[in-house]
């Protein structure tokens, strides 16, 4: 089965930094491109990163530009995103995707197949 397991999520003061790490398993993690989504309460699920399948390519949502970075180590099986600068908007759930790669023009906020169970982030003021 394919695995998706997010962790780093916590509480932390706006202006400070977090960690979100995501490890794969059951996939051939180097043939996916990877992203990050968020969803805060009673809001849709929204993109916030993503990467493509050699980590040469990065995409970003206006809202975490400059501050956010997204990384894969495929040796490890795993996708971080790099968080700085918190604002107390960045508050939500965060999920890491997966999607295969196709030859064919897609949009980095889309076509995705597998998801993380989420992990929560909390920027307070």
């Known amino acids: 089965q394919v695995q998706l397991v997010e962790s780093g999520g916590g509480l932390v003061q706006a202006g400070g930094s977090l960690r979100l790490s995501c490890a794969a398993s059951g996939l051939t993690f180097s043939r996916y491109k990877m992203g990050w989504f968020r969803q805060a309460p009673g809001k849709e699920r929204e993109f916030v990163a993503a990467?493509?399948?050699?980590?040469?390519?990065?995409h970003y949502a206006d809202s975490v530009k400059g501050r956010f970075t997204i990384s894969r180590d495929n040796a490890k099986n795993t996708v971080s995103l790099q968080m700085n600068s918190l604002k107390p908007e960045d508050t939500a759930v965060y999920y890491c995707a997966a999607g295969l790669t196709s030859l064919r023009p897609t949009s980095p906020s889309s076509g995705y197949d597998y998801w993380g169970q989420g992990t929560q982030v909390t920027a307070s003021s």
């Open positions: 990467i493509n399948w050699n980590g040469e390519n990065q």
